[in-house]
T-cell receptor
Framework: DGGITQSPKYLFRKEGQNVTLSCEQN?????MYWYRQDPGQGLRLIYY???????QKGDIAEGYSVSREKKESFPLTVTSAQKNPTAFYLC???????????????FGPGTRLTVL | SQQGEEDPQALSIQEGENATMNCSYK?????LQWYRQNSGRGLVHLIL?????REKHSGRLRVTLDTSKKSSSLLITASRAADTASYFC???????????????FGKGTLLTVNP
């Protein structure tokens, strides 16, 4: 069953803690993305990666960090520096190299993070 | 500010009726995409229309693009209760530095189809 998986589905964090959200894909896509969605809002880009061992900041990267050690995996760490981390986080991927950011993105089911 | 903005914010119709959602944007685009999101789930790509195309069809979906008016519309014909979801337009355009493309999502239209 091909696709993108995210875990956990729900995550609760105490203030001051770092948490890591998992994103795995078996679509053989080169490009991967992390978005944040707040209620009634569109998606905002946090980080993206075009290729293994490389990633770029999106529009709202402050307080977040990522790594891309494997093609299949693009974990997102929400650090204690992120002032308002409660949100729905979506991971996506798309085919690279010629059409990244212009082509269809395939989304995971999302992780809902709540800060207690 | 948002590149793509959907209108209306919410739409409620009866099963069997057609649903039309609109998207307006500000800058030149490479393409425009429509996505669907069921409550609490990820987004699913519906259709992509390129800047040199005016209309595209996929099943019960019809998308139009008017680059002179910087607007697009998504028509769902013969709607079903299962079409209840949020619908987002996403525009692909060059970033402010002109060095890379950027995909920007609107805030979405919440469609409710009543049985």
């Amino acid at each position: 069953d091909g696709g993108i998986t995210q875990s956990p589905k729900y995550l609760f964090r105490k203030e001051g803690q770092n948490v890591t959200l998992s994103c795995e894909q078996n679509l053989n896509h080169d490009a991967m993305y992390w978005y944040r969605q707040d209620p009634g809002q569109g998606l905002r880009l946090i980080y993206y990666s075009q290729i293994v061992n490389d990633f770029q900041k999106g529009d709202i990267a402050e307080g977040y960090s990522v790594s891309r050690e494997k093609k299949e995996s693009f974990p997102l760490t929400v650090t204690s520096a992120q002032k308002n981390p409660t949100a729905f986080y979506l991971c996506a991927s798309s085919i690279f190299p010629d059409t990244w950011l212009t082509d269809t993105q395939y989304f995971g089911p999302g992780t809902r993070l709540t800060v207690l | 500010s948002q590149q793509g903005e959907e209108d209306p914010q919410a739409l409620s119709i009866q099963e069997g009726e057609n649903a039309t959602m609109n998207c307006s944007y500000k800058t030149s685009i490479n393409n425009l995409q429509w996505y669907r999101q069921n409550s609490g789930r990820g987004l699913v790509h519906l259709i992509l229309i390129r800047s040199n195309e005016r209309e595209k069809h996929s099943g019960r979906l019809r998308v139009t693009l008017d680059t002179s008016k910087k607007s697009s519309s998504l028509l769902i014909t013969a709607s079903r209760a299962a079409d209840t979801a949020s619908y987002f337009c996403a525009t692909v355009s060059l970033n402010s530095g002109g060095s890379n493309y950027k995909l920007t999502f609107g805030k979405g239209t919440l469609l409710t189809v009543n049985p």
